[in-house]
């Protein structure tokens, strides 16, 4: 891409009530847009961004047999009444309007009740079984306060997986795989260190659900951790018999501020009982469907990392999820003669399959230097007039600020990885 | 994909609130799931057909110079009531909610206003024009009727395109390249013969607007084509007047039924000037941005293609939007030796890359052949006892009935396509 012809600008104001790190780097360096406090529309560079989380993501739940489909934003009343959460005394974060029909509706702050429901069509027989499906679908939450920027949204994009189980042990072998696929997508985003299966409170269903939890400091969870022997606890659930349980004596965990990055419930045989999912046992009884959820929050991830790695600079990605893997930072290209060749090097780039932004604007090289920082593309190539006679090109790596120096051979043998 | 791992069912019964053929044969086939009327959740093999259109539609704009956004679905009362369409009487389609803070907000409809507003972070100079984006997005409209099925509904995919310009000129050559790459688009969904470009109520605008209609039996638009000349008029402003002008005569004139898979708005300048988008021109004039809107119906052009398709049998899919390339259906695979030996044809088929969909359920060869005329898929390929003996398979065509017989290696020479 040509950065002289993406349409988004680096600006040096934001909205004056956004708060957040996260919020402030990314509509600074055009990835977002505020629409309003937990609503940013994805401009290109940010959706991305998205798309790459997404990727990863997605490789992992196909690889555990995880068929990917779309569910609704709009639901119905009656399947929410069912189980006792239509109310707003319930579930607190409700956005409701009402069909010209007259009929309330619901907008999906989790699918949880309404893909229950669809299974009916699709399991009736023990042989039906298991199913496990996924998506990546808009949240809308009407949460009161929302200064956390991409970390806690009015409106977000989640992956939530479901899975429907005949037995409890094809459920946790179900969970078990499930557990690995989030662990393998948060390593592959750069957080694999830093992301524990954290123990929290199980809600209704269990004594402890697990949550994945980042340690990162513009978390909204505390939890304490040990980093030695990988283990955490929420806060809420943090006692000297949840250590004992876990092998761990309360003096060795490390309390930590924490950004849940994912979660699994299970929800045993409950659920489909309150839904009505029932399917025939091979002796004929009507069983309840056992079934797990389990969500990442991919938007969220993105603030998640822009806030851990970001420096007093601007945003460091992890090449995982950057939107371009090298960003060419052409100067003096107001020769016709230098910009000729810089250009030939981005369509070298190009054919070689390397996603590179390549700064071709008119611009004093500290404001593309300030940009290239601010975007926080992994590495920086410098490709001037004095590279040209040269023939070795400076390429900065952003995390580190390493710098090596490769000919024009180099760069590609470097970053095409063929 | 192995059949007998998707977790979709075809059905015998569909809702009986179902009226509309697509939306019947979407649900019996397993691509769609009703939640209410106009609102269907994207099951694994809908979803697969969804992004198909979106990629040919996507490698088109993206062709012309458009950039990817997804703009968000909560909206801001304030910029609509500024262009006076907050109201329900102006704007019959809002769904709308109120924030915990006690503020109202709308759904999506449409992003003209949103998207326009966003752009006052990135335009403000001649020189950052022209800009042209596009998303593909959740539309929320609140139909009184939404009987159509995917043709209408209350939650539909878009792809929504907005062009910002400095003159009529720009603007026109965007819209007339936009133009081109719809009609390249409708050509790749296999209905470019059937569809037109559409004079129609331009609205406040201008006196015309382009509508692109495809001729079809379950559309809900009444159109005079020419189909020689390739002229449409929609009803709405056919007249001997508007005949004359496109220099054709009313009774050369053929009255059909269309579906709107497509349209085309031109704001002029007055859109950007309510909203507010103003940028400097060269001698320091203030001016009001120049604005166009490009639309196509996603979700919509996937009802429309069923519609036009369909066969008594069921769905059958241009192979440009089908879910898979290839329905390899074996049979007597109770016998081990079968089994291995189809298993084997299909793994061959997916180290090609070819798109295959196998049917490697234990069920009768007659609901074996009925499940696959329902989905669709253009090319079932048989795999039984008999095909191993003979080393010749039957490839039936889904949408001419054509059969041929390839040995193994012509199936992937004809179906790899390389």
Redesign the interface.
Same mark, same amino acid.
């Given at each position: 891409m040509r950065q002289s012809?993406?349409?988004?600008?680096t600006?040096k104001e934001v909205p004056s009530d956004e708060e957040a790190k996260n919020a402030i780097l990314l509509i600074r360096a055009?990835y977002i &847009?505020k629409?309003?406090a937990g609503?940013?529309? +994805?401009? /290109?560079l940010?959706?991305r961004v998205?798309e790459k989380i997404k990727q990863i993501v997605r490789e992992e739940m196909n690889a555990i047999?995880t068929?990917?489909? =779309?569910?609704?934003? +709009?639901?119905?009343k009656e399947l929410w009444e069912r189980t006792g959460r239509w109310s707003d005394q319930v579930v607190d974060v409700w956005?409701?309007?009402t069909?010209?029909?007259g009929a309330e509706?619901g907008?999906a702050w989790s699918h949880e009740e /309404?893909?229950a429901d669809?299974?009916k069509? &699709? =399991?009736s027989s023990y042989k039906?079984l298991p199913?496990y =499906?996924y998506q990546f679908q808009?949240k809308?939450r009407?949460?009161?306060r929302a200064k956390s920027g991409m970390m806690r949204g009015?409106?977000f994009i989640m992956k939530d997986a479901y899975s429907f189980c005949r037995s409890e042990e094809d459920h946790t072998a179900y969970y078990e795989a499930c557990k690995e696929a989030y662990l393998r997508s948060f390593e592959r985003m750069g957080v694999g260190e830093d992301t524990y299966v954290t123990f929290a409170d199980g809600g209704a269903f269990t004594q402890y659900s697990h949550e994945f939890q980042t340690v990162c400091d513009a978390g909204e969870d505390l939890c304490y951790i040990n980093r030695e022997k990988k283990i955490a606890i929420n806060e809420e659930v943090f006692s000297a018999e949840a250590c004992k349980e876990l092998g761990v004596i309360p003096e060795e965990m490390e309390k930590v501020k924490t950004a849940e990055v994912g979660n699994i419930f299970n929800f045993g045989r409950q659920k489909a009982e309150d839904v009505g999912l029932f399917y025939d046992e091979e002796n004929g009884d009507k069983t309840a469907v056992w079934m797990g959820s389990y969500g990442i929050g991919i938007t969220r991830m993105m603030g998640v990392l822009v806030e851990k790695f970001a420096d007093e600079k601007g945003i460091v990605w992890p090449e995982s999820v950057s939107p371009y893997k090298v960003h060419l930072v052409g100067l003096q290209t107001d020769d016709a003669q230098i910009r000729d060749w810089v250009d030939g090097i981005y369509t070298a780039f190009q054919r070689r399959g390397v996603e590179v932004l390549y700064d071709d604007r008119y611009l004093r090289p500290g404001q593309k230097f300030a940009d290239a920082d601010l975007l926080g593309v992994p590495y920086r190539i410098v490709a001037s007039k004095k590279t040209k006679e040269e023939g070795r090109f400076e390429v900065v790596h952003r995390a580190s600020g390493d710098v090596q120096y490769l000919s024009e051979e180099e760069l590609y043998t470097t970053f095409a990885g063929t």
């Open positions: 012809q993406l349409f988004t600008k600006l055009g &847009h629409e309003m609503v940013y529309q +994805l401009l /290109p940010g959706l998205v047999g068929q990917e489909m =779309i569910a609704t934003n +709009l639901q119905r956005f409701k309007s069909l010209k029909t509706v907008f /309404p893909l669809m299974m069509n &699709h =399991i039906d199913v =499906i808009n809308l009407n949460e009161l009015r409106e």
